[in-house]
């Protein structure tokens, strides 16, 4: 028996069958290199084969090289590709797990600075992100992109690949931008006449089928809404499926929305109703006669088995859900549901592919690392020891974790009545409130192993060295700065202060956040740092009702979350709320309830009069005096760590790394 019968039950595509009914969306990993996979890939989607998903679509590869978000990007009509797929498909084929190439182009919603070649769509419109005029292309370019798809397909099958996912039609890339009228002004035989939009795509699915022949899997990934004005809208796309079912060439459609005009369609962050694209799914669903693959904040395996259940779709696939817990079908065909690490919507692992880094997670340390902290990584401690780690955040719990699960005894410390750290202050912003997923899952582990907590304890080296322990973590956090520094003033760092900052209506954002003190009704958010934390300040003093002036040196407010592609979903929710941005300007001085402005490229001055309260987001100083005063012992033999922000204040996903490190090391 089981909690999920229609997710774990098998289905047929064509002449396969699937173990269960959850798929691994593709999505870029940036583990890439020379235009192949690598063994970083093999082991990337091993993992989660291992891990019991039952069908697997790679990345997004190029079917032509003008096609290249950044350098290396994988190509998948270069023949030196077939050697690759061969290794993959064997390490997944050991589990039992299918898996599938995904030819694409992105058309107009690219540049040409990897690619060093103009950039082509079917008109030269550009997009809203890229903003780069195409090059409208040519029936010679239209056949060029057609045989790249055709040496995809022949590529796959050569590789011992089980099948070919068509994409391409969705996320706005060059196949909806063919479909699309908003997009596709054609005066040819591809554009005009939805027959004619549809005639680059039926004669892509032509060569496809052609090269597989009739074993290996074929599939198409579509919109199921565009989302914006002019595009393709839920039965647009309707009729679109039931023609491309009609050709009898494909054994599945998945679905997704949006385009570039919309990013949060396609991937968004937290707050979005989990199974948000259901609706235009079943649309699709009801018009074809083949299985249906639904997307969209899939996270948990209830809400899965609902969306098959009630006929939303067949399958469901999974992205973020699969970096966070590659074991996420394990856990829930063992029944145990609260042991999936889950997504909480950080959006983190777009953030470090926007760095061009390798895919990563807020809290698997393993996503995109899987060699070096993948399952079975973890060695057993050769000589347990007594394990103190002071400071029961992200950093301490993830250090707390791992040396249990190596099997040493350890006490964690926390000087708060609850484990968390500034996480739980963050999610004091409802929009961030699926953040708490990281620390509780961090706590509901702990709790299963033999991990003395106490908390509501400042640990003091004369306790720690009475207690007898052999190994400290020290994972003491870091306090905002107070001073008024800010990167035009590095001199007030360790010198005199902002005129006023030491006035007793001058906070910073950890002590709004942690001590909820009653604030005026007019609120100063001066934030130097143009991450998130000025965002989730701004948001949390605006929902109780104070009226904010958000200041800033930066063109923008929260520039960095761009990164995270939400930086207009969360303005807008900023502006709605009332919050007033003031940009190119800093703090000069404050005086009682007076406060001057500065602009930094005219120098005019501006005055601010009544502002209540000030709230400084300048950064963060490490609360490190514990770990130098531990320092001496290591003469004696004591294993000492430094990790989190108490080592240097950064992110979430940095502390959960350094904790995982220095388990491992103890």
């Given at each position: 028996?089981?909690?999920?019968?229609?997710?774990?039950?098998?289905?047929?595509?064509?002449?396969?069958?699937?173990?269960?009914?959850?798929?691994?969306?593709?999505?870029?990993?940036?583990?890439?290199?020379?235009?192949?996979?690598?063994?970083?890939?093999?082991?990337?989607?091993?993992?989660?084969?291992?891990?019991?998903?039952?069908?697997?679509?790679?990345?997004?590869?190029?079917?032509?090289?003008?096609?290249?978000?950044?350098?290396?990007?994988?190509?998948?009509?270069?023949?030196?590709?077939?050697?690759?797929?061969?290794?993959?498909?064997?390490?997944?084929?050991?589990?039992?797990?299918?898996?599938?190439?995904?030819?694409?182009?992105?058309?107009?919603?690219?540049?040409?600075?990897?690619?060093?070649?103009?950039?082509?769509?079917?008109?030269?419109?550009?997009?809203?992100?890229?903003?780069?005029?195409?090059?409208?292309?040519?029936?010679?370019?239209?056949?060029?992109?057609?045989?790249?798809?055709?040496?995809?397909?022949?590529?796959?099958?050569?590789?011992?690949?089980?099948?070919?996912?068509?994409?391409?039609?969705?996320?706005?890339?060059?196949?909806?931008?063919?479909?699309?009228?908003?997009?596709?002004?054609?005066?040819?035989?591809?554009?005009?006449?939805?027959?004619?939009?549809?005639?680059?795509?039926?004669?892509?699915?032509?060569?496809?089928?052609?090269?597989?022949?009739?074993?290996?899997?074929?599939?198409?990934?579509?919109?199921?809404?565009?989302?914006?004005?002019?595009?393709?809208?839920?039965?647009?796309?309707?009729?679109?499926?039931?023609?491309?079912?009609?050709?009898?060439?494909?054994?599945?459609?998945s679905v997704t929305q949006g385009t570039y005009l919309n990013r949060m369609l396609i991937y968004p962050t937290s707050p979005m109703p989990h199974g948000y694209q259901m609706p235009a799914t079943r649309k699709i669903k009801?018009?074809?006669?083949?299985?249906?693959?639904?997307?969209?904040?899939?996270?948990?395996?209830?809400?899965?088995?609902?969306?098959?259940?009630?006929?939303?779709?067949?399958?469901?696939?999974?992205?973020?859900?699969?970096?966070?817990?590659?074991?996420?079908?394990?856990?829930?065909?063992?029944?145990?549901?609260?042991?999936?690490?889950?997504?909480?919507?950080?959006?983190?692992?777009?953030?470090?592919?926007?760095?061009?880094?390798?895919?990563?997670?807020?809290?698997?340390?393993?996503?995109?690392?899987?060699?070096?902290?993948?399952?079975?990584?973890?060695?057993?401690?050769?000589?347990?020891?007594?394990?103190?780690?002071?400071?029961?955040?992200?950093?301490?719990?993830?250090?707390?974790?791992?040396?249990?699960?190596?099997?040493?005894?350890?006490?964690?410390?926390?000087?708060?009545?609850?484990?968390?750290?500034?996480?739980?202050?963050?999610?004091?912003?409802?929009?961030?409130?699926?953040?708490?997923?990281?620390?509780?899952?961090?706590?509901?582990?702990?709790?299963?192993?033999?991990?003395?907590?106490?908390?509501?304890?400042?640990?003091?080296?004369?306790?720690?060295?009475?207690?007898?322990?052999?190994?400290?973590?020290?994972?003491?956090?870091?306090?905002?700065?107070?001073?008024?520094?800010?990167?035009?003033?590095?001199?007030?760092?360790?010198?005199?202060?902002?005129?006023?900052?030491?006035?007793?209506?001058?906070?910073?954002?950890?002590?709004?956040?942690?001590?909820?003190?009653?604030?005026?009704?007019?609120?100063?958010?001066?934030?130097?740092?143009?991450?998130?934390?000025?965002?989730?300040?701004?948001?949390?003093?605006?929902?109780?009702?104070?009226?904010?002036?958000?200041?800033?040196?930066?063109?923008?407010?929260?520039?960095?979350?761009?990164?995270?592609?939400?930086?207009?979903?969360?303005?807008?929710?900023?502006?709605?709320?009332?919050?007033?941005?003031?940009?190119?300007?800093?703090?000069?001085?404050?005086?009682?309830?007076?406060?001057?402005?500065?602009?930094?490229?005219?120098?005019?001055?501006?005055?601010?009069?009544?502002?209540?309260?000030?709230?400084?987001?300048?950064?963060?100083?490490?609360?490190?005096?514990?770990?130098?005063?531990?320092?001496?012992?290591?003469?004696?033999?004591?294993?000492?760590?430094?990790?989190?922000?108490?080592?240097?204040?950064?992110?979430?996903?940095?502390?959960?790394?350094?904790?995982?490190?220095?388990?491992?090391?103890?």
């Open positions: 028996m089981t909690s999920y019968p229609h997710l774990l039950s098998p289905i047929r595509l064509g002449k396969h069958e699937i173990r269960n009914r959850v798929w691994m969306a593709a999505h870029a990993t940036l583990l890439v290199k020379d235009n192949l996979f690598t063994d970083a890939h093999i082991h990337y989607y091993r993992e989660r084969a291992r891990g019991g998903v039952g069908i697997i679509t790679m990345e997004a590869m190029a079917v032509h090289p003008t096609t290249q978000p950044y350098k290396g990007k994988a190509f998948a009509f270069d023949p030196r590709m077939v050697p690759q797929y061969q290794k993959i498909a064997d390490a997944v084929h050991e589990y039992g797990t299918k898996i599938l190439a995904q030819p694409w182009h992105r058309g107009r919603e690219t540049s040409s600075v990897a690619s060093l070649e103009p950039v082509w769509a079917p008109s030269p419109i550009p997009d809203a992100v890229y903003r780069e005029v195409p090059k409208e292309m040519t029936v010679a370019d239209i056949n060029a992109i057609i045989e790249g798809y055709r040496l995809t397909a022949r590529f796959a099958r050569q590789g011992g690949l089980d099948g070919v996912e068509v994409h391409a039609m969705s996320h706005g890339y060059l196949l909806n931008q063919f479909l699309s009228p908003a997009t596709n002004h054609r005066r040819d035989a591809f554009g005009g006449s939805l027959e004619n939009r549809l005639r680059i795509v039926l004669e892509i699915l032509d060569a496809t089928r052609q090269e597989t022949g009739p074993d290996m899997i074929v599939g198409v990934r579509i919109n199921g809404d565009d989302g914006h004005e002019g595009g393709l809208r839920p039965d647009d796309w309707a009729e679109i499926a039931a023609r491309l079912d009609a050709t009898g060439h494909l054994d599945y459609i009801e018009a074809v006669s083949v299985p249906v693959v639904g997307v969209g904040r899939v996270v948990d395996p209830a809400e899965a088995e609902d969306y098959i259940a009630r006929g939303d779709c067949d399958m469901v696939a999974l992205a973020r859900a699969l970096i966070a817990d590659p074991e996420w079908v394990r856990k829930a065909a063992e029944a145990r549901r609260e042991d999936i690490r889950p997504c909480v919507g950080a959006n983190w692992c777009m953030s470090s592919i926007f760095a061009q880094a390798p895919i990563a997670c807020i809290h698997n340390p393993a996503a995109g690392a899987e060699l070096g902290f993948g399952t079975g990584t973890l060695a057993p401690a050769e000589a347990p020891r007594k394990v103190a780690v002071v400071g029961g955040g992200p950093a301490g719990m993830r250090a707390a974790l791992t040396a249990a699960d190596r099997g040493h005894a350890v006490t964690l410390f926390e000087r708060q009545p609850e484990l968390g750290g500034q996480v739980r202050l963050w999610a004091r912003a409802s929009s961030r409130q699926e953040l708490t997923g990281v620390v509780d899952w961090l706590g509901g582990q702990l709790a299963k192993r033999p991990v003395t907590i106490r908390c509501q304890t400042v640990a003091t080296p004369e306790m720690l060295e009475a207690e007898g322990f052999e190994a400290i973590v020290v994972a003491t956090g870091s306090h905002g700065l107070k001073h008024g520094w800010t990167p035009l003033h590095p001199e007030r760092w360790d010198g005199p202060v902002l005129p006023g900052a030491d006035q007793p209506n001058v906070w910073t954002y950890h002590e709004v956040l942690r001590d909820e003190p009653a604030l005026g009704a007019n609120v100063l958010l001066v934030d130097s740092l143009g991450g998130r934390q000025g965002a989730v300040v701004a948001e949390y003093l605006a929902r109780r009702g104070h009226t904010v002036e958000f200041v800033t040196q930066l063109g923008q407010g929260s520039p960095d979350l761009a990164s995270s592609r939400d930086w207009g979903k969360v303005h807008g929710m900023l502006r709605k709320l009332g919050v007033r941005f003031t940009v190119d300007s800093e703090l000069v001085s404050i005086a009682g309830n007076t406060v001057t402005l500065r602009d930094i490229y005219t120098d005019e001055q501006h005055t601010r009069d009544p502002v209540h309260d000030v709230v400084f987001v300048l950064g963060a100083a490490v609360d490190d005096a514990l770990f130098h005063a531990l320092e001496p012992r290591r003469a004696t033999g004591l294993d000492l760590h430094l990790i989190g922000d108490a080592l240097s204040p950064r992110r979430a996903s940095d502390a959960i790394r350094e904790g995982e490190i220095a388990a491992r090391a103890l």
